[in-house]
């Protein structure tokens, strides 16, 4: 009955090569350190998840960047950048679902077409990217109503318009792209409702030369707006959304400064979609996997620590992009261009004797202060405060896999004792489903700490992963290369 | 005023010390550097076993504690009580038999057996490898969500008068001559008729800041949860070698297929052994042997997909039986610890033992076996 | 170019490279799916394949993120009842 486990390690006269440089996540960031390392003289390996690069932000229907080409920004950038990548081994359709030690660096361990493949570097780039960052409102798990990212996916990735008559609500920057994606595609778009009222952040930004992009980027969605005559509302929210099969109807209402609904302020607004997000949470199972620290963001989003150099506390383990800060996509090429160059720097010095010093380029440093900088003072004016908890019922789910209602968060808190996110989490079943926390995570910590803020060790609780992406009992028995098992 | 009682974690074997102690009239005080069931708790997969403990002393707290957590799961309730059964199966002649033996001694001493023979493992788990040689139903097994079953014993605890705090850590003893008198905590003084050691794997340093020597060690152990599914296990379905893994002396990886459904619809797959302290690293090759064996058990979960794992840390004695009882060594400490990885089962009976010694009573069973002193 | 794929018995026209729930949403469908405690349904949320609400059966196989699943000619899609696999309870 015993089996004889493999390791995994690929049988001789198939075995992988070592890489010096993976990097895991063929966006922005991954597609930059990819170049970069590449630049060097290094070899390496391109691991991502989706069928082509690009990531989030530069999303396209396959072979057909132009069908999509007045949606995007900085095109010329990804096309340097796709260029610069193209010498690495590209490994598209890989989920990694695990990272791990290895004798000589790391293995990088995805499953592809239903077979794990193991992938062996000495050093490596995590590029993970984030997503929308979700809290909970009534209805919000009606059909109709989407992340903002997922409007902008179906958008941008699929040419498919989410619907006819849109509601997009939230805060953050990316709310404009996305509603002005949904109007020149000739959706109705019923307004823009923005939690906060960011108007002047442009004063805080700082030093603005270095960012002029985003600048005329944000002005660009602005006048696509007024041009489609979208509203663009502040300190309103959908607080409520409507229907009985499908999205009808959401309420949106004025907010106070702490985000309770002003009373009398509600108004019921028609619509067949509704696309919401508030900010963003990035995606740490493999960083976390790997027991690289963490630190508390400005928005209040769990990261990674890393150096100067895109270094994490794990010897040679470089993370860049959404990963160590929500910060944006030419943010994410700055870091990955520095984490490719001092990662394969690593890797080759440790082929050699003796590590020479990276050089940094002084424009790459102050280009990634300067869009530090403005990422931080973005968060400033679009955080989110906890007043949002008032809008929910006691019925409302926080947890759409396991539909797990902000009652029973609260009772495992209030009645079972839970004194942090993670005991909250394993009490209740909130987000103990599908995604494992990856949707209502921020909210569980949230609704867990009451009025409260959670700790970095609530939004670690919530965000460790060991399994980072779902595998079949199959692969994970049988890995590529290993003898099946009858 | 002192407690009658300070329980030294806020495990399941403190919750369920805590909620015995309360009910016989003494004041309790809970005391947990961590959250509720945050250590071996809630690493757990919530048995409750009588089918692999051969006759002797462990069985015999085994079943009173069995009988405790079915009245426990009426009396308190909302930890998913289920009396699902087990069952232990064996894939080759010489296994069935091992395994018929071992179930006719356990029938001596009251556990309830059924042989299972080759042709009849379909009618009672449809899912199983047909080609399995036979096997033993045990309809006493059964299982708990071991977080909620601490976290409610707790709660119920505190409404009769028990104060729990967490996120307090014990730094020392307070001693009157020899005789212990209460604890040092990261808060405070908490003083105490008595103080009960139910630190789990941490159980040996407890009992070290009191200046005597138990035993405890780490034994890790992972865990494989699948997607949810519909009910396609019934029972707690183990492999024979389960029960000689569970003896085993060897620090070296031992893995058996241990697979069972929960209420939640995910099914979990054990079992490995390990002793590599504390070490939290994901083991790929761990999680492989647990996965290849539960596919050669149940073929139907071949295409099923893993969402999430986790190990745990049992707490392990040299010789596999846990500590129960007062220490003579140091007066006024009681140990209830070193379950290994059966302190949820035993955790009702080990509740109720150290309530009744603490109260003066004579207890339901002899712990004698148990003791704390009996390691050289 | 323009194909289709089956769903419970209507054919769904996808283009090179959409995945089915991106298909699915085109062609007017927004929930195909129902959950396992209140059998409430649900369709694409996310969009890119981190919450697994767009669960689907496509050739047989159960809890399939229709957002990522590239639609393919000949593909059987279902619509699936809460864990998917109903037929093998016991």
């Known amino acids: 009955m015993v089996t004889s486990p493999s390791d995994g390690t690929p049988p001789a006269g198939r075995a992988m090569e070592t890489y010096d440089v993976a990097v895991v996540g063929g966006g922005p960031a991954g597609l930059a350190a990819a170049s970069a390392a590449l630049a060097t003289g290094a070899r390496v390996v391109l691991v991502d998840a989706g069928r082509q690069p690009g990531g989030q932000y530069w999303r396209h229907p396959i072979g057909d960047l132009g069908a999509v080409a007045d949606l995007h920004h900085d095109l010329a950038t990804f096309r340097r950048l796709v260029a610069g990548a193209s010498a690495a081994v590209r490994l598209f359709g890989h989920q990694a679902w695990t990272v791990e030690p290895a004798e000589r660096g790391f293995l990088v361990r995805a499953v592809a077409d239903g077979m794990e493949r193991a992938v062996p570097a000495r050093v490596l780039v995590l590029a993970p990217g984030g997503y929308d960052r979700q809290v909970p409102f009534r209805g919000w798990d009606l059909p109709g109503v989407y992340t903002a990212g997922g409007a902008q996916a179906l958008l941008k990735g699929h040419q498919v318009v989410a619907g006819r008559r849109v509601v997009v609500g939230g805060t953050g920057p990316f709310l404009l792209p996305v509603a002005a994606g949904l109007a020149v595609r000739g959706a109705s778009v019923a307004g823009v409702f923005e939690a906060n009222a960011p108007a002047g952040w442009l004063r805080r930004a700082g030093s603005v030369l270095p960012v002029a992009g985003k600048l005329t980027e944000g002005a660009g969605y602005a006048a696509a707006l007024a041009r489609h005559r979208v509203p663009y509302r502040s300190r309103r929210a959908i607080v409520a959304a409507h229907g009985a099969e499908s999205l009808t109807a959401v309420t949106v209402a004025r907010l106070d400064a702490r985000w309770r609904v002003l009373p009398g302020s509600e108004r019921i607004v028609e619509c067949d979609t509704a696309a919401v997000g508030w900010g963003f949470t990035p995606q740490l199972e493999l960083p976390l996997a790997l027991g690289c620290a963490t630190r508390v963001d400005v928005d209040g989003s769990l990261v990674v620590a890393v150096d100067d150099l895109q270094r994490t506390s794990v010897p040679g383990v470089y993370v860049a992009g959404e990963a160590c800060g929500i910060g944006g996509a030419p943010l994410a090429v700055a870091e990955g261009e520095i984490a490719g160059r001092a990662a394969a720097n690593a890797a080759t010095a440790a082929n050699a004797a003796g590590q020479p010093a990276v050089v940094v380029p002084s424009r790459l440093r102050r280009r990634r202060r300067a869009l530090r900088r403005f990422a931080a003072a973005m968060h400033e004016v679009h955080p989110v405060r906890d007043g949002w908890q008032t809008w929910l019922g006691e019925d409302t789910l926080v947890c759409r896999c396991e539909e797990v209602t902000a009652g029973e968060v609260r009772a495992a808190v209030d009645e079972l004792g839970a004194t942090d996110a993670r005991t909250a989490k394993l009490l209740s079943r909130a987000g103990m489903g599908w995604c494992q926390g990856r949707v209502c995570g921020y909210a569980t910590a949230c609704v867990a700490a009451g009025s409260g803020r959670p700790v970095e060790a609530d939004l670690r609780g919530v965000a460790e992963r060991p399994i980072a992406a779902p595998i079949t009992l199959s692969a994970l028995a049988n890995p590529e290369g290993a003898p099946r098992q009858q | 005023m002192p407690a009658d009682v300070v329980v030294i974690g806020a495990g399941v074997v403190g919750a369920a010390t805590a909620w015995y102690a309360t009910r016989a009239g003494l004041s309790v005080t809970v005391v947990d550097r961590g959250p509720v069931a945050g250590g071996t708790t809630g690493a757990g997969e919530g048995n409750i076993l009588v089918s692999d403990k051969p006759p002797g002393a462990e069985l015999d707290l085994a079943m009173l504690s069995s009988r405790l957590w079915r009245e426990l799961g009426t009396e308190v309730g909302g930890f998913e009580y289920d009396a699902k059964g087990g069952l232990v199966v064996a894939s080759a002649a010489d296994g069935v038999a091992a395994l018929s033996g071992l179930a006719a001694e356990q029938a001596k001493a009251g556990v309830d057996t059924v042989v299972v023979p080759a042709g009849d493992l379909a009618e009672h788990e449809p899912h199983l490898n047909p080609e399995l040689a036979g096997g033993v139903l045990y309809p006493q097994d059964a299982q708990v969500q071991p977080m909620l079953a601490a976290a409610r014993l707790l709660r119920s605890a505190r409404r009769s008068g028990a104060t729990v705090h967490t996120g307090v850590e014990v730094t020392g003893f307070l001693r009157s001559g020899g005789q212990v008198t209460g604890v040092r905590t990261s808060t405070g003084d908490l003083p105490a008729g008595a103080v009960v050691n139910a630190a789990g794997t941490w159980g040996g340093e407890i009992a070290s800041l009191a200046g005597v020597e138990v035993p405890v060690l780490p034994r890790r152990g992972f865990i494989l949860v699948t997607e949810p599914l519909p009910r396609l296990i019934r029972h707690k379905v183990y492999a024979a070698e389960y029960v000689s893994d569970v003896a085993s002396d060897d620090a070296a990886l031992q893995t058996s297929p241990v697979v069972e459904g929960t209420r939640a619809g995910t099914v979990l797959i054990g079992a490995s052994r390990e002793r590599v302290g504390y070490d939290r690293t994901l083991s790929v090759r761990v999680l492989r042997a647990l996965a290849a064996q539960a596919v050669e058990l149940f073929p139907v979960l071949a295409g099923v997909q893993v969402i999430r794992a986790y190990r745990g840390f049992r707490p392990y004695c040299p010789d596999h039986l846990p500590v129960i009882g007062p220490d003579p060594r140091a007066p006024g400490l009681f140990h209830a610890c070193g379950h290994e990885g059966a302190g949820i089962g035993l955790a009702a009976a080990t509740g109720l033992l150290i309530a009744e010694l603490i109260d003066g009573q004579q207890p339901s069973l002899d712990v004698a076996p148990f003791r704390p002193e009996r390691f050289r | ?90």
């Open chain 3, 1 to 90: 170019m323009s194909h289709t794929f089956d769903f419970d018995g209507r054919a769904i026209p996808f283009t090179t490279g959409q995945s089915v729930g991106a298909a699915l949403v085109a062609a007017g469908i927004r929930a195909w799916r129902t959950t396992r405690r209140e059998g409430r349904p649900r369709g694409i949320f996310c969009g890119i394949g981190v919450c697994f609400d767009c669960l689907v059966e496509v050739d047989g196989v159960p809890n399939q993120r229709a957002c990522l699943v590239p639609a393919a000619a000949d593909m059987i899609v279902r619509r699936q009842e809460g864990a998917g696999r109903g037929h093998l309870a016991v």
